[in-house]
Structures are given as C-alpha cells and as structure tokens.
C-alpha cells in the first residue's frame, strides 16, 4: 500500500490541525496506522495509533489528551487531529501502515510510509 500525508502547515501555540493519510493500491482497513513524528537530530517518536476496524487505539504520553487518530477505511484514510498545539510538536510527521499487525502498539510494526508532512507551531 502506498500512503501520502499531508495537512502540514503552519499555526500558533494552542491552535488546531488535522492531518490526512491518503492510502491506494490496498484496502487500508487491512493494516493498523501509525502516526510518527521526527525533528532533524533527533530519533522519530512513534505518537499514535489505531487498529483496523477503529476500535483500539494508542496514544504516546506526550500528545494523550491533544490528539486524535481515527480512519475511515471508506475513503482509504486516516486522520490525525492536533488540538492544543505546542512549539513543541513542530516536526515532520509520518503516516504508516503496520504490516506486523498482531505488534501495532509498537513502532517497530510500521513497514509502510508515506511521505512527511512539516507542521510547525510558532510560540
């Protein structure tokens, strides 16, 4: 399955933005997604993620309460929604496809990637 992000841009602290990955060549439904996220120096945080049917999900400590995954296997999409935004969550984020799917709760799952998104928070 092939997977393009996008939805990056630039906001303010406390502001809101949704991401979008736009899956083809597979049924989405048939992989759990997981959102990533990397700033230049540092090692790629694994920050969410949802089971095929929607009806797991996981969360990292550091966007639990701000963030929201969800998909909607119709459309061959899946979404992340940022709210409450902080300088802090600037970085290149990445949508993903586990092709391990019993090990979705774990970043090394993700063997499908699109492209990054950039979102940048300004203080």
């Known amino acids: 399955v092939q997977l393009q992000a996008s939805g990056g841009g630039l906001v303010q602290t406390g502001d809101s933005l949704r991401l979008s990955c736009a899956a083809s060549?597979?049924?989405?439904?048939?992989?759990?997604m997981g959102w990533f996220r990397q700033v230049p120096g540092k090692e790629r945080e694994f920050i969410a993620a949802?089971?095929?049917?929607?009806?797991?999900?996981y969360y990292a400590d550091s966007v639990k309460g701000r963030f929201t995954i969800s998909r909607d296997n119709a459309k061959n999409t899946a979404y992340l929604q940022m709210s409450s935004l902080k300088p802090e969550d600037t970085a290149v984020y990445y949508c993903?496809?586990?092709?391990?799917?019993?090990?979705?709760?774990?970043?090394?799952?993700?063997?499908?990637w699109g492209q990054g998104t950039l979102v940048t928070v300004s203080s």
């Open positions: 949802i089971t095929g049917t929607s009806v797991s999900s």
């Open positions: 060549g597979g049924p989405l439904s048939a992989y759990p």
């Open positions: 993903a496809a586990a092709g391990k799917r019993s090990m979705w709760k774990q970043g090394d799952a993700y063997d499908s």
